[in-house]
Structure formats: C-alpha cells, structure tokens
C-alpha cells in the first residue's frame, strides 16, 4: 500500500476498441506518456497491474487509456467506476509539483511533532483534506490558509496550524 499512490478512478469507456477515461488529480494536464503499467483495484487493497498500450489527452483532468487484452467497449465497462493507482515512482514522474496530490507520503507535523503521514488526498471546493492515521484511527485534516504554516519538500513534510481539539476527536485510545 505504501508504495502505490492512487491518482484517480476510470470513469468511462471511450469508443468501440476498449479504450477508457481516467479522471485523474495529477494537477497537470498529461497524457501519461511512457507509463507502461498502472493498477486498478480491483478488490479493496487489491491491486492487479495493467499494461498500457496508447494514451492521449482528453482534457486538463482526464486522459483516453488503451490498456492490453481489453479489444471492445463491452470487455473495458468492467474497469468503469474503480480506482487507478500508480507505483511510487510513476507517480513522482507525473505528478504536477504543486498539485495537492504531491502532498501524498509526506509526513504531517502540528505544534512540532509528527502527526502521521498523508495515505490519502482528498480535494474540495474550499480546502484540501488530508487522510492520515493518527492513534489508530483516520483522521482528515483540513489544508487551506488558515491551517498550512509550510511545505518542505526536501524533507517531505507539511507543517500545519491546528484547530484546537481536532486532533482530539481522532485521538482514540491515546
């Protein structure tokens, strides 16, 4: 799981030869050229690599993927709807640097402590949440102005400013 970041979810078939749609949060327009494998899951926490055979640019957000062995629509409706991960390298190599899915891995640090790292991104209208584990159990913390002190990316590390007693909401058996 630590080695593979999710970066969206196929949303669509496209054609009549098997193509897909990838929505994807990479923050840049791409057209994933040169990626060879991905993987979906398939089950929770379950992930089956794919090969790629072309892609193209559909938009700024999504991306037309053949991947082999799916030769019809019928056959790639299957993949609609599930999750699209990449290995830990793939993802550095396509993710924009100042998206917030770059924040995935880093580790989060409130009041000068680490708090846990980012497994998940989460993007809304007014704010960025970030899923991390903390006590044991989820905990999303808000990104936005008010809360993001600074981002070191040598280090890979996100120092926030806290509300008081969120953290203690998640804090379970701590």
């Not at 980012?118 to 809360?147: F, R």
Request: aromatic share 8%.
């Amino acid at each position: 799981m630590k080695d593979y970041f999710s970066i969206g979810k196929i949303v669509a078939t496209h054609g009549l030869t098997g193509e897909v749609v990838l929505q994807h949060a990479l923050g840049k327009k791409t057209d994933l050229k040169g990626l060879e494998t991905l993987f979906i899951e398939e089950k929770d926490k379950s992930f089956l690599p794919y090969f790629v055979e072309s892609t193209a640019i559909k938009n700024a957000a999504e991306v037309y993927i053949k991947l082999e062995g799916f030769n019809t629509k019928e056959s790639a409706r299957r993949l609609s709807q599930k999750e699209v991960w990449l290995l830990k390298a793939d993802f550095d190599k396509y993710a924009g640097q100042s998206s917030p899915i770059s924040l995935l891995g880093y580790m989060m640090i409130s009041e000068g402590k680490e708090i846990g790292e980012v497994i998940e991104v989460i993007e809304q209208p007014m704010q960025v949440l970030c899923k991390i584990m903390y006590g044991g159990n989820e905990a999303l913390i808000p990104i936005h102005e008010e809360s993001l002190e600074k981002i070191d990316k040598k280090k890979k590390q996100v120092y926030v400013n806290l509300p008081e007693g969120l953290l203690d909401i998640y804090a379970g058996n701590l």
